[in-house]
């Protein structure tokens, strides 16, 4: 699986992109998760896609990491359809659905408390992870937070 984002030239963007993909292939039920952007960062689709058929790859699922269609999801799809040697499944972009208003309301409501906290979505004590699900709502360890104030 290849997970394609737009690229940014910020790097803490792009890294995001890779903590997903990490997240994705630690879910389990895909055997490798690659990352590739549809400009500005690298890899791009196509050097992401000649690289696994290198491998002897000859099937990849593409899961284009965009909201909604446009520019960026067609070019994604322009820039698999030339690489050769390879069948790409392609992903429709991600579109609404209850999971996404979710997350969007999460974050308007840990702003409007002042408490950001988008970094813990992947933390063992609110996500679960294989093997470790029964953390998820346990006590927590103290661990701080950038925007604490101190103690």
Known sequence: MVLVAGGAIDPDANAQVAATARLLLE??????????????????VGAALERLVSQGVSRVAVARFFLGPGYLPQLVQKQARAVQGVDVLMSEPL????????????????????????????????????????????????HSHPDDPPV
């Open 27 to 44: 879910a389990g039920e895909r055997p490798t998760v690659d990352v590739a952007f549809a400009s500005t960062a690298r890899p791009g």
């Open 95 to 142: 579109g609404a659905s209850d999971e996404l208003a979710g997350v969007v309301l999460e974050r308007v409501d840990e702003a409007l408390r002042g408490d950001v906290r988008m970094n813990c979505d992947v933390c063992l004590y609110r996500t679960p992870m294989p093997g470790l699900e029964h953390l998820v709502g346990a006590p927590q360890e103290p």
